[in-house]
């Protein structure tokens, strides 16, 4: 079992920035985040493997960045430039290979 543990998060204006964190409970091969907004569904947003190859959703690309401490088990998303279009729930994800382990979700909002 892995636990995974979420923070940041808040209301912010367009254009601001957020960082969020995400502590697991121990190494895991692939760590990321999604989000999931009202009437839809969970989408990626980045994510990174312990090797280091990222991937972004394109509409966060160029604003958001993943980047992880494997010292630590920990991974970050730094949000820059966000867009009201951005609010939703966040999720932290750890993929051991063979399971998906979520975390609770922290609400992003951006609103003036």
């Known amino acids: 079992q892995v636990q995974v543990v979420e923070s940041g998060g808040g209301l912010v204006q367009p254009g601001g920035s957020l960082r969020l964190s995400c502590a697991a409970s121990?190494?895991?091969?692939?760590m990321g985040w999604y989000r999931q907004a009202p009437g839809k569904q969970r989408e990626l947003v980045a994510t990174?493997?312990?090797?280091?190859?990222?991937n972004y959703a394109d509409s966060v690309k160029g604003r958001f960045t993943i980047s992880r401490d494997i010292s630590t088990n920990t991974v970050h998303l730094q949000m820059n430039s966000l867009k009201p279009e951005d609010t939703a729930v966040y999720y932290c994800?750890?993929?051991?290979?063979?399971?998906?382990?979520w975390g609770q979700g922290t609400q992003v909002t951006v609103s003036s």
């Open positions: 121990r190494n895991i091969f692939h």
């Open positions: 994800n750890a993929f051991t290979g063979a399971v998906n382990y």
């Open positions: 990174m493997s312990s090797g280091g190859n990222i």
